[in-house]
């Protein structure tokens, strides 16, 4: 039987039991008309009757929920002001989580595109010394072997986590790719087989095997365009012929940004003889995660013991087994932490703020509610309403946060462009929706609890219920939200600081109208120190000659960037137990100074007669000269830069800001030495060019895209097959040294700021609900004579108030952000007075200004009619 | 006389639905009758309330312990629902009534103590 049959039946049924008491009165000697109704009024409500019996049946709570919710949607239609604001609120907060969690789901969360992803883990070295550690991510060619001979649970690969830019020619063509090296089991290990082809083998693994080169698919589209098969075809790399053995699939990522593979050929001398090498496990099947963590640790026994170190300290290495994802994300792991948090702070704002407008409304609802309450609605059923209500507008405002996590993910893309892999890898897909929906639901909950719980539990409204005591609720909501935001304030505002100084770390030459571009030298056809130093004179002296260059230079590394690591000894002559020290080198034409305007202080510059192998010479910094002279002015000093002779300081000139690869400030000015490249032997070329592409540097008041032609068709002059990077300019180089800062800052900076704003409109909706419920009694202060300044100040004093108490809440929170903050800020402290001075600052003026604006409306009150307006 | 307001006792809780089962052992009856009955034989103190009588016979209804049927009242010409009680029904009224008993019992031996 179905619900309108039911329905029909049981309206009958009561009907007949209405006729049956009117026949029995009629019998009793009543009219007929009289009969009928006194029968309706014996039965009482026909319709009480029909509710209650109907909830007996076992389907009415679902359909009690539609009606509930259709009910809630009218009431939301008939506010649509109120809707849209508490729709926006939430729409802003579960957006920017959907956003930064689609960002954390990328960096943590999402499984690696590799098949069993998490049988897949790193080989690490722990140094350990008197209760000191330090992890070491590269392995010698020896402790690779170690590891590979002992292993029986797990699948070991080797390779190397160092792209080098590198040529690639195919026919008359070169390109300027990236390379990465690894060992024959990688792919086999990663789990992901070349597209076509194969992976290498054990012989083109080996020193002096056959030179074998795998592809990424956009390369080999770039090279070799839709000819079907690019196996078996022949290219240069490096100047050397090499076979294509393979091509992986497309979207395939081995962990670093390469267009090509080649064979590592590990070894133990050589690069093998350092710390070069990562290696990575798969665990056999049914081997579980403890047991190969066990064997890692114990093959570390078969190591070589270890060497005391200079200061006589044994330290001791042991292998340690890390996991795929946690060892990428390790230097992710504290920034996105950080936005985890903010954006949850932003979401419990959020909610809260909603729970504060649906309270301001619910003063307004408070003679329905009471109504309700006294024709029988149990209040059970209030506190659901209510809780419905808020939740239909959540639930509006969650819809509209899923093109607002559009919006702000692209906005992402577009201003954090040096962020590239991660942001561009994360996506609103079903997971972040997923949290999206899962924030929605739970900001509904937080916002409608307290308004709910306070309707049902209103006695009844009446206007003489105490307007201040009502705004207690509302008042505790706006400290909270205050508090809350006050931790978001400062951390936005110690990375601003951080950002600035860094940004503003003096660059120490002139960024303007200059564009780089590199080449690698890492080429078999420049095999002595004549044939590059001859490519640099040409190619500076062609460049030179183009019209509307103004200067042209060449060096290894340029400023903004990562350089050189050379150790340095201070002195002509060895001097017993004296220690190399840590500095940078960099090799440069003789106009390298002089193209990029960093201003010689003492003695004099690098010069094309600087030839003379036994006669080298340097230029050096002032950070050098600071580091490592104890004073002295440097000019004519000897220094010792790796090998034994004595070079000498024949220049100081000033500091540039270099991207530091240690730890410390991303960007600072680094201590470095300039030598010429006319006294670089082709030994050390090799080696760091296996490293470093060296940069030409030009100085052009032309458009970059007019120039970067020109010099392109310069280089197809003096060496076809030697193509140039992509150009760039000190601007983006510095972007990117920059580009975490950048964006924690910008993420941070937009969280912050909207916590701010929700913050302002519950000041604002605290100020003008306690206005519009005093606005009679304001009304007789005015008719009695109150002044109006005085009656504003006092109008705004629960919004100052309130606020107040939230700062003062808010500052133990600031110590729970400490320690994510620490390792995020540089050159500012901790507790940096003067971004606590603005954040305060910033902060009153906004409660402020939010107290004042409904307090202003006073003004315009006419006491008049207010009195008469009741 | 009729019993003034006063006089009148409020059902207990989940007595009513004991009251209803005890009517329908005399044979089908319909709501109206059930009520009248109720009324009647509690000498006008129990006035069963109509909100509460229908959606007490609906439960009853679903837990089995009645079933009901449409058939013409004797003498008039009005078809009402008259409902039934089942064997299941029986055993509920037997069971409600040992509790009720026992409920009395105890009630009465704190009440009047002997």
């Given amino acids: ?870 | 006389m009729a019993p003034t307001e006063n006089d009148r006792v409020e059902l207990l809780q989940g007595t009513l639905d004991m009251l209803v089962l005890q009517t329908l052992l005399f044979g089908p009856c319909h709501g109206h009758a059930i009520a009248k009955h109720i009324q009647r034989t509690s000498d006008e103190a129990l006035l069963v309330e109509h909100g509460s009588l229908y959606p007490a016979l609906h439960r009853l209804e679903r837990q089995g312990w009645v079933t009901t049927k449409w058939d013409k009242a004797p003498g008039k010409n009005r078809e009402v629902k008259y409902y039934l009680l089942t064997p299941a029904g029986k055993k509920q009224l037997t069971a409600q009534q040992n509790r009720w008993a026992q409920l009395v019992d105890a009630i009465g031996k704190v009440m009047r103590p002997a």
Wanted: net charge positive; proline share 6%.
């Fill in chain 1, 1 to 870: 039987m179905n619900r309108k049959d039911r329905d029909e039946e049981l309206e009958r049924e009561l009907r007949a039991h209405m006729e049956m008491e009117a026949d029995e009165l009629r019998e009793r000697g009543l009219s007929a008309a009289d009969a009928t109704y006194a029968a309706r009024r014996a039965f009482g409500s026909q319709a009480l009757a029909m509710e209650r019996t109907r909830a007996t049946w076992n389907w009415n709570v679902f359909e009690a929920v539609g009606r509930n919710v259709r009910l809630a949607l009218r009431r939301a239609r008939h506010t649509p002001g109120f809707t849209l604001t508490v729709a926006l609120v939430i729409a802003l907060a579960v957006g920017a989580t959907t956003a930064i969690f689609a960002l954390i789901d990328v960096a943590f969360l999402k499984p690696l595109p590799y098949p069993e992803q998490d049988r897949l883990a790193y080989v690490t070295m722990t140094w350990q010394a008197a209760g000191r550690a330090a992890d070491e991510l590269v392995l010698t060619g020896m402790q690779w072997e170690v590891l590979r001979d002992h292993a029986t649970l797990f699948e070991p690969a080797v390779y190397s986590e160092w792209t080098a830019g590198i040529n690639c020619g195919v026919g008359d063509k070169a390109f300027f790719v990236q390379q990465q090296r690894v060992g024959a089991d990688f792919f086999r290990v990663l789990g992901v087989q070349p597209a076509f082809g194969r992976g290498f083998t054990k012989e083109e693994d080996a020193e002096n095997g056959p030179r074998a080169a795998v592809l990424s698919e956009p390369l080999r589209r770039r090279v070799f365009g839709d000819a079907p098969d690019a196996v078996g075809q022949k290219l240069l790399l490096r100047g050397e012929p090499y076979t294509v053995v393979g091509v992986m699939p497309a979207g395939f990522r081995s962990g670093v940004n390469a267009d090509v593979w080649t064979p590592l050929k590990p070894s133990t001398r050589g690069e093998g003889g350092g710390n070069n090498y990562q290696a990575m496990i798969r665990l056999k099947p049914g081997v579980s995660e403890a047991a190969a963590a066990g064997e890692v640790e114990s093959i570390s026994r078969v190591l070589p013991a270890p060497k005391p170190s200079r200061d006589g300290t044994v330290w001791e290495s042991r292998f340690r087994m890390q996991p795929l994802l946690e060892g990428r994300t390790s230097n992710l792991r504290k920034p996105l932490l950080l936005l985890l948090g903010a954006v949850g702070i932003v979401l419990l704002i959020g909610a809260i703020n909603v729970g504060g407008l649906l309270l301001a409304r619910q003063s307004g609802r408070a003679a329905e509610l009471a109504t309700r309450m006294a024709l029988g609605a149990s209040r059970g059923q209030v506190f659901r309403d209510v809780l419905l209500d808020s939740m239909v507008m959540v639930v509006i405002g969650g819809a509209l946060a899923i093109p607002m996590a559009y919006i702000s993910l692209e906005g992402l893309r577009r201003t954090n462009d040096s962020m590239f892999s991660l942001v561009e890898s994360a996506e609103i897909d079903a997971r972040s929706l997923a949290a999206g929906v899962l924030c929605t639901i739970l900001a509904g909950f937080i916002a409608g609890l307290l308004p709910a719980w306070q309707s049902a539990r209103t006695p009844g409204g009446n206007r003489s219920v105490a307007g201040r005591k009502r705004l207690i609720p509302l008042g505790v909501l706006v400290s909270v939200q205050v508090a809350l935001v006050v931790p978001l304030l400062v951390g936005a505002g110690l990375l601003g600081r951080t950002f600035l100084k860094l940004w503003g770390v003096n660059a120490g030459f002139d960024p303007n109208n200059l564009i780089m571009a590199r080449i690698s030298l890492q080429d078999a056809r420049y095999d002595s120190s004549e044939k590059v130093q001859r490519l640099f004179r040409e190619g500076v002296a062609r460049m030179q000659a183009l019209p509307g260059v103004e200067g042209v230079g060449a060096g290894l590394t340029v400023p903004y960037e990562r350089q050189l690591n050379q150790g340095v000894r201070v002195g002509a002559q060895p001097v017993p137990g004296e220690r190399f020290r840590n500095t940078n080198l960099v090799y440069t034409t003789p106009g390298y100074l002089d193209v990029l305007r960093i201003p010689l202080l003492r003695g004099r510059a690098l010069r094309e007669s600087d030839t003379d192998p036994s006669a080298p010479v340097a230029v050096v910094n002032e950070a050098f000269v600071r580091r490592f002279l104890d004073g002295r002015e440097g000019v004519g000093e000897y220094i010792r830069l790796g090998g034994k002779e004595p070079v000498q300081i024949v220049g100081v000139c000033g500091n540039t800001a270099q991207r530091n690869s240690e730890r410390g400030a991303p960007v600072e000015p680094m201590a470095a030495a300039y030598s010429p490249v006319s006294q670089v032997s082709i030994e050390a070329m090799r080696t760091v060019h296996q490293w470093f592409s060296p940069a030409w540097i030009v100085r052009s008041k032309l458009q970059p895209e007019v120039l970067s032609r020109q010099l392109e068709s310069v280089m197809g002059t003096l060496d076809p097959m030697l193509p140039l990077s992509k150009f760039t300019t000190p601007e983006q180089l510095k972007s990117q040294a920059l580009g975490m800062q950048r964006l924690l800052l910008s993420l941070l900076g937009a969280l912050s700021g909207l916590g701010l704003l929700l913050c302002v409109l519950g000041v604002y909706g605290l100020v003008a609900s306690s206005v519009a419920e005093r606005t009679r009694e304001i009304g007789i202060r005015l008719a009695l004579g109150a002044s109006v300044p005085g009656v504003i100040q006092k109008a705004m004093r629960p919004g100052l108030l309130w606020s107040l108490a939230g700062i003062l809440a808010g500052v133990p929170l600031l110590y729970l952000g400490r320690t994510v903050l620490a390792g995020l800020i540089y050159g500012v402290s901790e507790v940096d007075p003067l971004t606590y001075l603005g954040i305060a600052v910033v902060l009153l003026a906004a409660v402020g200004a939010a107290s004042l604006l409904p307090a202003l409306k006073l003004t315009r009150l006419d006491p008049a009619v207010t009195l008469r307006n009741e």
